[in-house]
């Protein structure tokens, strides 16, 4: 799959999802936010999953945007 930087995600963590902004792309992974703050953590890509219609999702606080 393909990624870009701003993109929202889907991480699966065990048997729970948490939505997530792509900060900056690597070679393993991505750093995304997951919360309002300015940190981001490395996220592999094999547990990201691209939401589709993100275009729908106007506004959000993630990364502190």
């Known amino acids: 799959m393909e990624y870009k930087e701003g993109q929202l995600i889907i991480y699966k963590k065990g048997d ?3 939505v997530g902004k792509i900060k ?6 991505a ?13 592999s890509y094999r547990n990201m999953y691209p ?3 993100d275009y729908c999702i106007l ?5 502190g945007v």
């Open 51 to 53: 939401i589709e219609n």
């Open 59 to 63: 506004k959000t606080i993630l990364g």
């Open 16 to 18: 729970k999802f948490e």
């Open 31 to 43: 750093s995304v936010y997951y919360h309002s703050g300015e940190t981001s953590a490395v996220t």
């Open 24 to 29: 900056t792309l690597r070679d393993t992974g």
